[in-house]
């Protein structure tokens, strides 16, 4: 199916005009044939945005146009900001990766979870991928009925042992340490430490007078591939109770849940991601050390992931490029990505970080072809 081209917004050099040539035909002649609604891709290279485009519309049952100011919940490509909150806290001494979460929540520590480190918490290895008892999905809007329940908990799988894919639970969890640690959520953490100060449109609870600013998604056609189904990965994303439900839309966007409901910008997170791409610099300033750095960076866990159906190299918080090529060609580049193929990342190697939001949803769990298109047409032009 083909479409006519929207018009394209934004900021593109010439030499990146094959960038801009491969945004267009994602709307005309999208891989698998999702053709876009709406999609915004930006790039910042050593602290300077080098490509910034956007188009599509944001509510096409009004026609109304995608601007710069379109907000989209990019769902787990949030956990990259999340995983630098982690960063943030750690720069300031308030933590340290290889603390153990008991430390800070003792009653964490409830059945064989009083080793978990932090670092451990975020690269997915605390056997936590969701809950084992049926809950209703009205759960995940009462913060204290999550973090009772997972800290009573007995893990999945061995903590330490491997990695699964925690995709709800850890926004909950990293959530806690970080308020225990800092005093207060990571949602505010974001507006007063960065968003504000450095005019990044990215919220993790958004309030209710920016809810008219967010585009409308359009779901995917089918369902995501987790391969087979053992107890794990129904806990993680098949259960009545794996994902939040039972409320309405501005429930949701109000809620704070680092792991699954950020709403931002593509050149929000292209820029902030640019602390990893950058030596800890954004706009010039030192936010983290490198030391720091490589300690968010490195990898902390590889293996075949016991949620996600493939061989996964974890970082602290972060998905590592290597083994996956999903984020250009560099090994150490890092991000994450979200349902429906938003994506965010890092590549320390040529100082670059981007990010691709878009309104119309995808199936695909980590890669998604429009990103894949677009990210292949920018390490082209480098």
């Given at each position: 199916?083909?479409?006519?081209?929207?018009?394209?917004?934004?900021?593109?050099?010439?030499?990146f005009?094959?960038?801009?040539?491969?945004?267009?035909?994602?709307?005309?002649?999208?891989?698998?044939?999702?053709?876009?609604?709406?999609?915004?891709?930006?790039?910042?290279?050593?602290?300077?945005?080098?490509?910034d485009?956007?188009?599509?519309?944001?509510?096409?049952?009004?026609?109304?146009?995608?601007?710069?100011?379109?907000?989209?919940?990019?769902?787990?490509?949030?956990?990259?900001?999340?995983a630098?909150?982690?960063?943030?806290?750690?720069?300031?001494?308030?933590l340290?990766?290889?603390?153990?979460?008991?430390?800070l929540w003792?009653?964490?520590?409830?059945?064989?979870?009083?080793?978990?480190?932090v670092?451990?918490?975020?690269?997915?290895?605390?056997?936590?991928?969701?809950?084992?008892?049926?809950?209703?999905?009205t759960?995940?809007?009462?913060?204290?009925?999550?973090?009772?329940?997972?800290?009573?908990?007995a893990?999945?799988?061995?903590?330490?042992?491997?990695?699964?894919?925690?995709?709800?639970?850890?926004?909950?969890?990293?959530?806690?340490?970080?308020?225990?640690?800092?005093?207060?959520?990571?949602?505010?953490?974001?507006?007063?430490?960065?968003?504000?100060?450095?005019?990044?449109?990215?919220?993790?609870?958004?309030?209710?007078?920016?809810?008219?600013?967010?585009?409308?998604?359009?779901?995917?056609?089918?369902?995501?591939?987790?391969?087979?189904?053992?107890?794990?990965?129904?806990?993680a994303?098949?259960?009545?109770?794996?994902?939040?439900?039972?409320?309405?839309?501005?429930?949701?966007?109000?809620?704070?849940?680092?792991?699954?409901?950020?709403?931002?910008?593509?050149?929000?997170?292209?820029?902030?991601?640019?602390?990893?791409?950058?030596?800890?610099?954004?706009?010039?300033?030192?936010?983290?050390?490198?030391?720091?750095?490589a300690?968010?960076?490195?990898?902390?866990?590889?293996?075949?992931?016991?949620?996600?159906?493939?061989?996964?190299?974890?970082?602290a918080?972060?998905?590592?490029?290597?083994?996956?090529?999903?984020f250009?060609?560099?090994?150490?580049?890092?991000?994450?990505?979200?349902?429906?193929?938003?994506?965010?990342?890092?590549?320390?190697a040529?100082k670059?970080?981007a990010?691709?939001?878009?309104?119309?949803?995808?199936?695909?769990?980590?890669?998604?072809?429009?990103?894949?298109?677009?990210?292949?047409?920018?390490?082209?032009a480098?």
């Open positions: 199916m083909t479409t006519t081209a929207p018009e394209i917004s934004g900021l593109c050099p010439p030499r005009a094959a960038v801009k040539d491969a945004f267009a035909n994602n709307f005309t002649d999208a891989p698998d044939r999702l053709n876009e609604q709406a999609a915004r891709f930006s790039v910042v290279i050593a602290g300077e945005t080098v490509v485009l956007w188009a599509g519309s944001a509510d096409p049952r009004t026609d109304t146009p995608f601007t710069d100011r379109s907000l989209v919940p990019v769902f787990s490509t949030g956990k990259a900001v999340m630098l909150l982690i960063a943030s806290a750690v720069q300031r001494g308030k340290a990766y290889e603390e153990k979460v008991a430390h003792p009653a964490f520590a409830a059945h064989g979870k009083g080793e978990i480190t670092a451990q918490l975020l690269s997915h290895q605390a056997g936590l991928p969701g809950f084992t008892q049926t809950v209703d999905p759960i995940w809007f009462d913060q204290r009925a999550v973090l009772d329940t997972l800290a009573a908990q893990p999945m799988w061995p903590p330490g042992t491997a990695s699964g894919y925690h995709p709800v639970t850890v926004g909950f969890l990293a959530n806690e340490v970080f308020r225990l640690s800092d005093g207060r959520s990571m949602g505010q953490a974001l507006r007063q430490d960065w968003a504000e100060p450095f005019g990044l449109d990215l919220w993790i609870g958004l309030p209710e007078a920016e809810h008219d600013r967010v585009a409308i998604l359009r779901k995917p056609s089918k369902a995501i591939d987790l391969g087979p189904i053992d107890a794990v990965k129904t806990a994303f098949l259960d009545r109770g794996s994902a939040p439900g039972g409320r309405g839309s501005t429930e949701w966007r109000t809620a704070e849940i680092p792991s699954a409901n950020l709403h931002g910008t593509a050149l929000g997170l292209a820029r902030l991601l640019g602390l990893l791409a950058d030596g800890g610099r954004l706009d010039g300033k030192t936010l983290l050390s490198p030391g720091v750095v300690e968010a960076s490195r990898e902390r866990i590889v293996g075949p992931d016991r949620v996600l159906p493939f061989t996964l190299s974890w970082a918080g972060f998905t590592r490029n290597a083994g996956l090529n999903i250009g060609p560099n090994p150490d580049a890092l991000g994450h990505c979200g349902w429906g193929g938003s994506c965010a990342f890092a590549d320390p040529t670059l970080s990010a691709y939001a878009m309104t119309r949803q995808s199936p695909y769990l980590l890669g998604d072809p429009r990103a894949q298109r677009l990210i292949d047409a920018l390490y082209s480098l």
